[in-house]
């Protein structure tokens, strides 16, 4: 076998004799590799990491600025991206300061990007616009002889979409033991058209007089494989067989129900043009799809 330093380049220490091995692509070396080869080596292994300097902000319909997470920076590696656990509170974003996030229920995010060091190749402004389908759905379920129910056993009731005639969700309505003798009035949620993401429910008590008691707010995200949810009502049946002449005129529940179904991302645009800035600009707009039965 032959002695494989004769395909290495070393470097001859004349004074102590002692060779030096070269950077040549061996996995250790003691001579600084030159900035041509670290370029090489970051081409091999997908890219460098490059600092980019970013600011984002929400938009209201005037252009100013709603929230802003001030410029920062952070080193991109290529294939890998980088975000937050949180930038705006829920609450404000669609109740407490709804109109200046959500004006005409449509979201503008930007996004202004640039580089740390080095030139920019082009000056870019695009523009993403996202569409979010949401059908919405408003229901009134009258439940017989409610005296009558029956502990374990299920009574359902069928959403369908009226823009397409299926089914979108089932809902089942029994009752099991409490505390005491308490019987306790649960809804069991089964998805049946999968494409769903996210659903969002207000559930309402209607008494005699029309009028509605608000007694459940709640939104699932229906991303598990059993693609079911299940909760308790606000009320017991000893509750409100208490108080049946005020809420059960003939024996009959009456329950208002205000739903959302979104099964995503709807439809989506780019569109990019030169500009003196580089802007990224994001436009979420919620397509809405109003329609009530009774």
């Not at 205000?258 to 707009?285: C, D, H, P």
Request: charged content about 25%.
């Amino acid at each position: 076998m032959k002695d494989c330093s004769e395909f290495r380049l070393f470097v001859l220490d004349r004074r102590s004799n002692l060779h030096f091995l070269l950077d040549s692509g061996a996995d250790v070396s003691i001579i600084p590799a030159t900035s041509q080869n670290k370029k090489k080596t970051c081409g091999q292994q997908g890219g460098c990491p490059s600092v980019i300097n970013y600011e984002l902000a929400f938009i209201a319909d005037d252009s100013s600025v709603s929230e802003i997470w001030h410029a920062n920076k952070w080193n991109f590696s290529k294939s890998y991206g980088h975000g937050f656990p949180g930038f705006a509170k829920r609450e404000e974003v669609f109740v407490m300061k709804r109109l200046a996030f959500l004006p005409q229920d449509t979201m503008t995010a930007r996004c202004r990007i640039w580089k740390s060091t080095g030139e920019m190749a082009e000056d870019v402004h695009c523009i993403v616009r996202t569409r979010i389908g949401v059908e919405k759905r408003s229901i009134l379920w009258n439940v017989g002889n409610f005296s009558t129910l029956e502990s374990g056993k299920k009574y359902t009731y069928k959403i369908k979409s009226l823009a397409h005639d299926k089914q979108l969700m089932s809902v089942n309505i029994s009752l099991t033991e409490g505390l005491g003798s308490e019987e306790i009035i649960c809804f069991e949620l089964n998805l049946q058209d999968q494409a769903i993401k996210l659903s969002t429910l207000q559930l309402s008590l209607v008494d005699i007089s029309g009028s509605r008691i608000e007694c459940n707010t709640d939104e699932f995200w229906l991303n598990d494989p059993s693609k079911s949810k299940e909760f308790k009502f606000f009320f017991t049946k000893n509750k409100l067989m208490a108080m049946k002449n005020l809420y059960l005129h003939d024996d009959i529940l009456s329950l208002h129900w205000e739903w959302a179904f979104s099964k995503g991302e709807y439809q989506k645009k780019l569109r990019t043009s030169n500009m003196q800035v580089a802007v990224l600009k994001i436009n979420f707009l919620i397509l809405k799809t109003q329609i009530t039965t009774s």
